[in-house]
Nanobody, 114 residues
C-alpha cells in the first residue's frame, strides 16, 4: 500500500501563490492533483506522467504548474494568481507503476480570500 503525504495548503489572498507537495512512500507512476469545492464534484486540476508529460484543466492553464521529482517520489503544484474560486480541498492522486491501482492523499485545504 502506497501512502501519499500532502503539504502546502493554507489561506492566501486573491492574486497570491501557493505550492502544494505530495510525497509518495514508494516509486509511483502518473501523479496528479484533484480538487473538490463544497457542493461540487471532485475535478482534475493537473496530472503528470512519470516521463514528465503534463495535462491541465482549463481552469488552471497559465496559472498552475505541475512538476515532479522521481528520485523523491514527489509531485508539486505551483499555483499563481489564485482566485477565490480556487478554494477547495486539493487531493493528490498517484497510480501504481504496474497494474491499475490509484492511491489518494487525505487532502489539503486551500482557501483564497477576496
Amino acid at each position: 500500500q502506497v501512502q501519499l503525504a500532502e503539504s502546502g495548503g493554507g489561506l492566501v489572498q486573491a492574486g497570491g501563490s501557493l505550492r502544494l507537495s505530495c510525497a509518495a512512500s514508494a516509486s509511483i507512476g502518473a501523479m496528479g492533483w484533484y480538487r473538490q469545492a463544497p457542493g461540487k464534484q471532485r475535478e482534475l486540476v493537473a496530472d503528470i506522467t512519470r516521463g514528465g508529460y503534463t495535462n491541465y484543466a482549463d481552469s488552471g492553464k497559465g496559472r498552475f504548474t505541475i512538476s515532479r521529482d522521481n528520485a523523491k517520489n514527489t509531485v508539486y503544484l505551483r499555483m499563481n494568481s489564485l482566485k477565490p474560486e480556487d478554494t477547495a480541498v486539493y487531493y493528490c492522486a498517484a497510480d501504481s507503476r504496474f497494474g491499475s491501482t490509484r492511491y489518494w492523499g487525505q487532502g489539503t485545504q486551500v482557501t483564497v480570500s477576496s
